[in-house]
């Protein structure tokens, strides 16, 4: 385990002054200090890993069964789960459209909401206070209880333009859009008024339009919260999986939520679970990495929105 | 996008936002020194409104053809609105706020008020309709064969997917070479040549459609059974996978008395407006009912029927329970976590970090179905790691535990990495200081350290409660709301109002969406409350800490 390698060094730096003088007291105020702070982690890093470990040994079990599954591969390791995968399933299907729909709705939502937390948060107009407030109001109503509402409508949707109906992933993203606002307006405006109003108002000075102060100087300096917003409406939209199923049904259209859960139903549950558990892996693939490439952003910018509320 | 798709109502809506006044002097000045227009500027109007003037004539084609007015007038307004918004150099901030509040009014809003419109209505299966539709359904159902019927080739087709899309009849004039095409909307003639007559006279294929082959028709029996197609002289049914009948009804409608007749056995079912359905003289209704206003009453039940008013009360119990124990298990353990990481004699806590969020960054849908499979009895990791044999999901509180600990495990690393990143904005100066002053580090934690972060996070621990009081996912895709008690298979142990709510309309039992409309406002209510005294209470807690 690599995390030991850290404790290890630690401990390592303080060994040689541990041991010249009064060792054991030493050893004591060490774990008092920085010992149980590693121990924490430890036992926290445990706990995050370990469903992680039985997921790469089911996805490398040859056998490719729950029953079979131990925490650690005892029964050899091979990479037949992930061939069987693509051949058995519209796996690759399922993940361009998760891609797409996730991806366009990200960057959709994230600019829209970026829009309107300019407006709020630079602009005082009729009716701003009663905006903010309905936003905040919508907000706590999902979406999904409206869901039968908004089968019937696409319904009708469907009918009229196809193209943007049942079993496309544009429906979906539209009906996505329609919870931008509600989601990031009120996070984005808590970033932009923590931006100093002299910048933009220095800027109209020299005759720059809103237009210009918005994308020229307000997003540039917001742009690692934009980052963070986006992958969160990212993960939130691949993970979405009632509205996705009631949308989806043609085998080709699914998502990657709506078809692997088809994996683990009824009679195939004990037998798919390995080929369910790679590509659970390659489904976090894009996640992760984006995850670790913005790590910095995200807690910083997380909570620099949640101070300022 | 959006224009096209505003449903009746957002046309009203939409411009109502538009006439927004700028009002104090900071945005006046702003809206007096017009910046010059530049190029790329002009040319992004230019492209932009273009393609919305694009996409409203795609859009506007489909409803002249099916002779949708009054969606086209919103169509129209709502693209001339937008027109004269960003032409003009007048509304500033609508020229912002409009592009996401038109896919909020047509996506969410629209949705929202229809579901709280139904909420009042006993709509569901065997109400969906009108009066006028339940006539019809009851007259075409009641269709038999008689002596004389006329016997039709039969084609089974369909314009969407042959497993999953509505089906539609091709028939045959027998004799002729005229097609027709009916669905449970009635019968029309195909043009003539659109369709390929075989030599038997069956259709073998049909512009538009996929006519199904006989495997794919009879994998849909069932569905072809049940298509009925009403006709002037009774209605068309099957009868096998390639013919069909005309046949007779033997219940008709008698206007005078407002009543279904069978002819058969001469029983007589009167129309009652109050529930919305045909009753006979000794209470028997017929399924088939219409939509009628039922006003409080799917309120009322709730707190009258005593078969929904006890689960939901622990049903409700439980879901306070369930979003309180997620939102402050993880709070808890994730502020512990992350004030052991927080020191500067602490090493490695970036890859602590990166290890520890990994929970956070997996795709929550397939973890939730993987704990689910190490909670199972037989093969699950959990039961063999420990050498047990526990039906996790089978008693009310082991399931219970299970679906927390699931919720704590993804949910942690989040709070984690906010309380990291709300830690490290407290001044050091603060802590040092109380050190300085003899405090205890517990003291120091009490005093300073725990209320600044509860100011920082109080607003996402709000909506992280909110979150997890409707978390679908986490009950749908582990436990589904199991264990059900013996006698009550539409509410479990672990059944949040959301999964409750999921059920009543969607689930194996006739679809009652009146009811679920009902319960979602309660809990639409419920989280308005919770959130609206906890952001008022947060506040204060700002004027006072901060």
């Not at chain 1, 490719?64 to 995968?85: A, C, D, K, Q, R």
Request: glycine content about 10%; proline content about 5%; charged content about 15%.
């Amino acid at each position: 385990m690599t995390m030991l390698t850290g404790a290890a060094v630690t401990g390592g730096a303080n060994g040689p002054a541990a041991v010249n003088r009064n060792g054991g007291k030493r050893k004591k105020r060490w774990f008092a200090e920085v010992g149980w702070r590693h121990l924490v982690g430890l036992l926290g890093v445990l706990f995050s890993l370990f469903p992680l470990v039985f997921v790469v040994s089911a996805a490398l079990n040859p056998l490719g069964t729950l029953s079979s599954t131990e925490l650690v591969p005892t029964g050899g390791v091979s990479l037949e789960n992930f061939g069987n995968l693509f051949a058995r399933t519209e796996f690759a299907h399922w993940f361009l459209n998760s891609l797409l729909i996730a991806g366009g709705a990200a960057f959709a939502s994230v600019f829209l909401s970026a829009l309107a937390a300019y407006a709020f948060s630079r602009m005082r107009f009729q009716g701003r206070r009663v905006g903010l407030l309905s936003l905040l109001l919508i907000q706590m109503f999902p979406q999904f209880l409206a869901i039968v509402a908004i089968f019937l409508i696409f319904g009708t949707i469907t009918d009229l333009w196809p193209a943007i109906g049942f079993n496309t992933p544009w429906g979906l993203l539209l009906l996505y859009l329609g919870g931008a606002l509600g989601v990031n307006t009120w996070l984005m405006k808590g970033f932009f008024d923590t931006l100093p109003r002299e910048l933009d108002e220095s800027a109209t000075m020299d005759g720059a339009s809103h237009a210009q102060v918005f994308f020229r100087i307000m997003l540039p300096l917001v742009a690692p919260i934009l980052a963070v917003t986006g992958l969160l409406a990212f993960i939130n939209t691949i993970n979405e999986f009632l509205m996705a199923s009631v949308f989806l049904t043609d085998t080709d259209a699914k998502t990657l939520a709506v078809g692997m859960r088809g994996m683990l139903q009824g009679g195939e549950r004990n037998t798919n679970f390995g080929i369910f558990a790679a590509g659970t892996l390659l489904t976090a693939i894009p996640t992760v990495l984006v995850f670790q490439f913005l790590q910095r952003y995200i807690v910083s910018g997380l909570t620099s929105g949640a101070v300022k509320g | 996008m959006s224009t096209p798709l505003s449903s009746p109502g957002s046309a009203q809506q939409a411009p109502g936002r538009g006439p927004v006044r700028t009002g104090s002097p900071r945005t006046s000045r702003t809206a007096r020194n017009h910046a010059p227009i530049t190029a790329a500027g002009l040319a992004a109007k230019v492209i932009l409104l273009g393609l919305v003037a694009g996409i409203a004539i795609w859009a506007a084609f489909p409803l002249v053809e099916a002779e949708k007015w009054v969606g086209l007038a919103v169509l129209m307004l709502t693209t001339a609105a937008l027109f004269y918004l960003y032409l003009g150099r007048r509304h500033v901030p609508a020229k912002y706020l409009i592009p996401g509040t038109l896919f909020l009014i047509a996506f969410q809003v629209v949705p929202v008020l229809y579901t709280a419109s139904t909420a009042f209505t006993n709509f569901g299966d065997g109400h969906r309709g009108s009066k006028d539709d339940a006539i019809v359904a009851i007259q075409s159902s009641s269709v038999k064969q008689v002596p004389g019927s006329t016997q039709y080739p039969l084609s089974v087709a369909t314009k969407g997917d042959p497993a999953t899309g509505a089906l539609v009849f091709l028939i045959t004039k027998p004799g002729t070479d005229t097609v027709s095409v009916g669905d449970a909307g009635g019968l029309r003639p195909l043009d003539p040549g659109a369709a390929t007559v075989g030599p038997g006279g069956k259709v073998t294929a049909a512009d538009g459609y996929t006519v199904l082959n006989f495997g794919q028709a009879s994998a849909r029996s069932k569905d072809i059974t049940d298509l009925v197609v009403p006709t002037a002289g009774g209605a068309l049914r099957s009868s096998g996978l390639s013919r069909a009948y005309e046949g007779k009804a033997v219940r008709a409608y008698d206007a005078g008395c407002d009543c279904v007749k069978d002819s058969d056995s001469g029983k007589t079912w009167t129309a009652d407006g109050e529930v919305g359905a045909f009753v006979a003289a000794d209470g028997e209704r017929l399924a088939q009912g219409w939509k009628v206003n039922v006003g409080l009453s799917n309120f009322t039940r709730v707190l009258t029927d005593e078969r929904i008013s006890g689960p939901f009360l622990g049903t409700l119990i439980w879901n306070f329970a369930f979003a309180i124990g997620s939102t402050g298990g993880t709070f808890i353990l994730g502020m512990l976590i992350a004030l052991a990481l927080h020191s500067p004699r602490m090493r490695g806590t970036n890859l602590y970090r990166m290890l520890l969020i990994l929970p956070y960054a997996m795709p929550s849908f397939a973890m939730l179905l993987v704990w689910r499979d190490m909670f199972n009895t037989d093969f699950g990791l959990i039961n063999n790691l420990f050498g047990l044999s526990v039906d996790w999901f089978g008693q009310d509180w082991s399931a219970r535990a299970a679906v927390i600990l699931v919720q704590l495990w993804l949910g942690y690393p989040y709070m984690f990495l906010v309380a990291t990143g709300a830690l490290q904005a407290i001044p050091r100066e603060l802590t040092e200081a109380t050190s300085v002053d003899g405090a205890s580090r517990w003291q120091s934690f009490r005093a300073v350290t725990l209320p600044l972060l509860l100011v920082a996070l109080s607003p996402l621990l709000i909506s992280s409660f909110a979150f997890n009081f409707n978390n679908f996912n986490a009950i749908y895709l582990t436990t589904e709301g199991a264990p059900f008690p013996a006698d009550n298979p539409s509410n479990g142990a672990t059944d949040l109002l959301i999964t409750y709510t999921y059920r009543l309309a969607f689930g194996g039992q006739a679809a009652q969406f009146g009811f679920a409309a009902a319960i979602s406002l309660f809990i639409f209510a419920i989280v308005a409350v919770v959130s609206a005294v906890s952001f008022r209470r947060t506040r204060q807690q700002e004027e006072v800490y901060a």
